[in-house]
């Protein structure tokens, strides 16, 4: 099993359900509206006037095979334009209840 | 849920909320009344007092002083002015604007119960008037006759003022100078006095004769019969054979002493229609009816009343005022179709898609359609003001949407779906765009506050623009997310570029501009000072100019009408009057071509009705009324064709003053009044006729008028008492034998056919046109014996004063002239300087009044407007950029548009009126918002940390498409305003040239010097807050020294 954290503009919340939902993943977790700056290029989302736009994080436990399929979609959804912003991390998960 | 997701959610209520306030608002269109102006209710009451027998100064220190005392305690009362004439005596009290004119007439009331008592026995109550606009006259007719005058009366009355006087809305209609039909029986005073008769006698038998009695009634077998004695006379010609004595035992019939004329009342009006004898009607309205309809209404009426008529009856419109309210309100409706087409070739212009613009301009009649919601509900009518407003507002109103509109796109381009792009696109401007809105309605909210006649014009205005904006603001981030999350597509790249596509011609053009403007403020940024220097320069130089703007206060419409008021040598005959008005009728039918319709009335009308209040009435009186070919049939407008008329004045001896006015009188003459204060008559009347004459010279001032009129001739006849006393006599009898004499009595009626017309029996006129004849006049007095006036009295010839005018309790007399070709403030400073270089007697006090005072109160009340609407808008600023200094950057601009006014208005050559002034203190809220939209960019771009320099050119180059846009909109939508020429365009013109005027400049000025300001006053860190913050946090200082 591994969690996927996927980091997004809001703007892509639509297209995540879908992405989640063409996968048939159906666990996960989302959190509306979150702030957030990119490591190189990404610019601040803080949802202030100077930087109005804002981010969601969705997060998802699925088995490791599902793990490349999700990540593909996802960049093929962040290609479309770069600057709206995703990035996707994956770790491990230790056990579950 | 924020307003914006729940509308692009949920875009069938969206839509259906939008229908419902389309279809209130053609609703309400449908019932809103179309006026001129909004509804005013001037705030004055008039009292009229009556006293029998009084002269003027009898009236004016027994009635109109006590009274003018007592009503001086009543609430919100401006000023008292006051008429006194013979017999009458009318106070004027004008009240501040706005106040309760109920509350005021009750307080009147209560005043005169209380000092009522004390006021001389025969006076009568004081009647109580109040003044109220609809009372002018809305349609005026010419009616002339051939051979139909004689009863022309009688037919209109039943074919014409019955049918008419059933529309619904109608206050009354009246006839000026109607003929009436009167029986005059004219006796030989000669011939009286050899048969031992009198006219009183005569006046008895006629009494006694002419009538029907019922006397009782009869039983007879089985019935009960009625009596009655039939004496009246059918026709007048049986007058003749009344007996009316006998003498040396053979019976004096009527026709031996006098002559029956049965003909038309005396003359003392004579009332003339293009050179034809005719009468006038006018028709006015009920409080609150709409004018257009009910004219129309009375139009439809007469040419279908007109066909039963006979022949040769003519019915002529003269002053149809609807026409020129239906006129202007047409040609502003054109305007706004115009700017509304302007409006919509700049958003193509600049956004290049069909779509976009089709959802932009929805905004437009959605805005605009719910003022009609506002005016249905408060009861105001379409008028010029309101479309005027409508028109200010139609530039503004697609702003907000275009700013929403833009970032949803730019989200759209991104690659967002439309609907999320329309929901997290709207979140990001929103707030901006309501700020902006603020700023445009903290200037026009103010104009609600103001007070005065001034107030009820810009009330209008301050509402619709608010409302209008607040509404287009709410349907920028509703209604046009929705519609974007509908009907913007995702971008599809395979879209062929055609070649004359946007993106192929336009595009390029506006990258080169943009690429262009980067470069000038980078220039600009590196010569801030000589930037500054130089715009300093150029707003100081055009304060000089100031000096040459004239000051007016309304702009004058031209009308297509002109009336003209002639004063001829006091006591003059009607019939000699009558004689200019011949000529004067001769040189206006020649050289006047331009008049189409000229009705002349000279004299004035025994019984004064309403209508008197409007006129001055006199013998000596001439009034014309003309109306004019339509403005582009002719070639010299209204104001030449009255210059060209005034100079044919001058030219005839017979005028000792005359007026001729081309307003409709809606809101009173532009005039400069001198008013001077002083009780003893000869010093004012002196130093009236000095003034009038100085004023006179004043080139420009026309119309010069002194309020006192010239004294008046009268015969009286003095008593002596005592030989009255031995014969039996007095005063009251010797009166009325002289009255039976002269103006006749009113022994009985001739009835015919349900009407009733006066007998009158009187001296034959050859009989009593002399001083001699009436010294000769005989009286029977009690003993019967026969009496000459000469004999107990004498005739002298007197001069009386024929009113007494009172402003503020004082006795006062008012120079007043017109100003034409110059302004009213030029005249005003002129006339100043005249009095300044006149010798002011003791006591006496002048002072300059008129509209010119009215312009002045209202100037100041536009000057606090501007002071309230810049703290305003400095407040609304402030908080928004959380700054001081940000909003004086801004500000920065709001000089240079007045800049730009003083030139827009010097170039086209136009006064600085009231209308002009509204418009520059409109420019505040205008400008500024070109200003806050670039500001908010830069300081967006310094707070993501772009140096300074970079970050003002970066944020004007991206900003200059929307600042362009707006201020394109705004100035193209005005452009009709200014560029009209048809009916009443002369009233809003100025507001449109002010605007652009204004617009232009500052939008330049906001373009370049706005980020050079921005440079110099940013340069001391005013966005290094975060670091000054980030300095006081010292916890980490340990950890770099060791790094370091």
């Known amino acids: ?97 | 849920m924020s307003i914006f997701k729940k509308s692009v959610h949920k875009p069938i209520t969206t839509l259906m909320i939008f229908t419902a306030v389309i279809v209130m608002g053609i609703y309400s269109i449908i019932f809103i009344p179309i006026d001129l102006y909004p509804e005013m209710d001037p705030p004055f009451i008039s009292v009229l007092t009556t006293y029998p027998g009084a002269n003027s100064s009898d009236i004016e220190s027994n009635v109109t002083r006590p009274l003018e005392d007592a009503f001086n305690t009543i609430d919100n009362l401006k000023e008292i002015t006051s008429v006194s004439s013979d017999n009458l005596s009318v106070i004027n009290l004008e009240f501040d604007w706005g106040a309760d004119l109920n509350e005021a007439s009750n307080d009147i009331r209560d005043a005169i119960d209380l000092i009522f008592n004390n006021l001389p026995d025969g006076v009568n109550r004081p009647t109580i008037f109040k003044f109220n606009m609809s009372m002018f006259p809305i349609v005026f007719y010419a009616i002339t006759a051939e051979e139909s005058y004689p009863g022309l009366e009688k037919i209109l009355d039943e074919k014409i003022i019955n049918p008419l006087n059933r529309i619904e809305g109608i206050g009354s209609v009246s006839l000026i100078g109607a003929p009436q039909r009167r029986i005059y029986i004219e006796a030989d005073p000669l011939k009286l006095e050899a048969y031992n008769l009198t006219i009183e006698q005569l006046g008895q038998v006629i009494q006694a004769e002419n009538m029907n009695l019922p006397t009782g009634n009869i039983k007879m077998g089985m019935m009960d019969y009625q009596l009655r004695v039939e004496g009246e006379m059918q026709e007048s010609y049986e007058f003749n054979n009344l007996v009316v004595g006998h003498f040396q035992g053979k019976t004096i019939f009527l026709k031996d002493v006098a002559k029956v004329r049965d003909g038309l009342k005396d003359m003392t009006l004579d009332e003339r229609i293009n050179m034809r004898k005719g009468v006038r009607m006018f028709v006015m309205k009920q409080s609150g009816a709409n004018t257009v309809k009910i004219a129309k209404e009375v139009r439809n009426s007469i040419s279908r009343l007109s066909k039963d008529l006979p022949p040769d009856i003519t019915i002529n419109e003269i002053i149809d005022t609807s026409v020129f309210i239906s006129d202007s309100i047409k040609n502003l409706s054109q305007t706004m179709m115009w700017a509304l087409f302007f409006v919509v070739i700049v958003v193509l212009f600049f956004l290049g898609r069909w779509r976009a613009t089709f959802i932009v301009m929805l905004t437009i009649p959605i805005s605009l359609i719910v003022s009609f919601i506002y005016l249905y509900i408060t009861g105001g009518s379409l008028n010029i003001i309101s479309l005027a407003s409508l028109s200010i507002a139609l530039g503004m109103v697609v702003d907000d949407a275009i700013v929403v509109l833009e970032n949803i796109t730019r989200h759209i381009e991104r690659g967002t779906s439309p609907r999320e792009a329309a929901i997290y696109a709207t979140n990001e401007v929103w707030l901006s765009v309501i700020i902006t809105t603020l700023v445009v309605v903290a200037v026009f909210f103010p104009l609600t506050l103001v007070g005065g006649m001034t107030g009820v014009m810009f009330k209008q205005l301050g509402w619709i623009v608010t409302i209008t904006v607040v509404t287009s603001t709410l349907a920028a981030i509703t209604l046009t997310p929705m519609l974007s999350s509908k009907l913007l597509g995702l971008n599809n790249k395979k879209k062929k570029e055609r070649r004359f596509s946007h993106d192929r011609i336009i595009d390029p053009v506006l990258k080169r501009m943009e690429g262009f403007y980067e470069k000038i403020i980078q220039l600009a940024l590196l010569n801030k000072r000589k930037i500054l220097i130089l715009a300093l320069l150029f707003f100081v130089g055009s304060l000089f100019l100031i000096k040459f703007l004239s000051v007016d206060f309304m702009p004058e419409p031209d009308e297509s009408r002109m009336l003209a008021e002639i004063e001829l040598t006091t006591g003059l005959r009607v019939e000699e009057t009558t004689k200019v008005s011949r000529y004067l009728e001769q040189v206006v039918h020649d050289r006047f071509p331009e008049v189409e319709i000229m009705a002349i009335s000279s004299g004035a009308e025994e019984e004064g009705g309403m209508f008197a209040l409007f006129m001055r009435r006199g013998s000596n009186m001439i009034n014309m009324m003309t109306r004019l070919k339509s403005i582009d049939e002719r070639d010299r407008s209204v104001w030449e064709v009255a210059d060209a008329l005034r100079k044919e004045l001058e030219q005839i001896p017979e005028v000792v003053e005359f007026n001729v006015s081309t307003s409709g009188g809606s809101f009173g003459e532009n005039t400069v009044d001198i008013e001077i204060f002083g009780y003893d008559f000869n010093t004012t009347t002196l130093l009236a006729e000095e003034l009038k004459i100085a004023v006179s010279a004043i080139p420009g001032a026309q119309d010069v008028q002194i309020s006192r009129k010239d004294d008046r001739p009268e015969l009286q006849l003095i008593l002596d008492r005592n030989k009255l006393a031995e014969n039996g006599l007095n005063t009251a009898m010797v009166a009325t034998a002289m009255r039976n004499r002269v103006t006749g009595m009113t022994a009985s009626y001739l009835r015919e056919q349900g009407d009733e017309y006066d007998i009158v029996v009187r001296y034959d006129e050859n009989f009593r046109s002399s001083v001699s004849d009436l010294e000769s006049f005989t009286i029977i007095n009690p003993m019967g014996s026969k009496i000459k006036l000469g004999e107990i009295g004498e005739i002298k010839e007197y001069w009386n004063p024929p009113n007494i005018e009172r402003k503020r309790r004082e006795r006062v007399v008012t120079v007043s002239s017109v100003p034409s070709g110059i302004s009213l403030g030029d005249l005003a400073n002129e006339i100043n300087r005249v009095i300044a270089n006149t010798e002011i007697p003791l006591g006496v006090m002048v002072n300059v009044g008129g509209a010119y005072e009215d312009m002045v109160d209202s100037f100041m009340d536009l000057g606090l407007l501007l002071l309230i609407s810049i703290i305003l808008v400095f407040l609304v600023m402030a908080s928004q950029f959380e700054s001081f200094v940000m909003p004086f950057v801004i500000m920065f601009s709001i000089p240079f548009s007045f800049t730009g006014v003083i030139l827009a208005l010097l170039i086209t050559n136009t006064t600085l009126s009231l209308i002009a002034g509204l418009g520059a203190v409109l420019l505040i809220g205008i400008v500024v918002k070109n200003g806050i939209v670039l500001v908010d960019y830069i300081n967006l771009m310094r707070d993501r940390e772009m140096p300074l320099n970079q970050a003002i050119a970066y944020a004007g180059k991206m900003r200059l498409r929307p600042v362009l846009m707006t201020a394109m909109t705004t100035i193209l939508a005005m452009l009709p305003l200014a560029l009209s020429t048809g009916e009443g365009s002369e009233i809003w013109s100025p507001m449109g040239i002010t605007l652009i005027g204004g617009l232009v400049f500052s939008t330049l000025v906001t373009l370049i010097l706005v980020p050079v300001i921005y440079g110099i006053v940013s340069r001391k860190g005013e966005r290094d807050k975060l670091r000054l913050i980030r300095e006081k946090y010292t916890f980490l200082n340990g950890n770099e020294q060791e790094a370091g």
């Open chain 1, 1 to 97: 099993m591994k969690a996927v954290m996927i980091i997004f503009n809001q703007a892509n919340s639509e297209k995540m359900e879908f992405i989640f939902d063409r996968l048939h993943i159906r666990g996960y977790t989302w959190w509306n509206q979150v702030h957030g700056r990119g490591t190189e290029t990404g610019e601040p989302r803080k949802g202030t006037h100077t930087w109005p736009e804002l981010n969601s994080a969705a997060m998802t436990v699925i088995p490791d095979e599902q793990v490349d399929a999700l990540l593909d979609s996802l960049r093929k959804l962040d290609e479309t334009n770069k600057e709206v912003g995703l990035r996707a991390f994956v770790w491990n998960i230790e056990n579950t209840y």
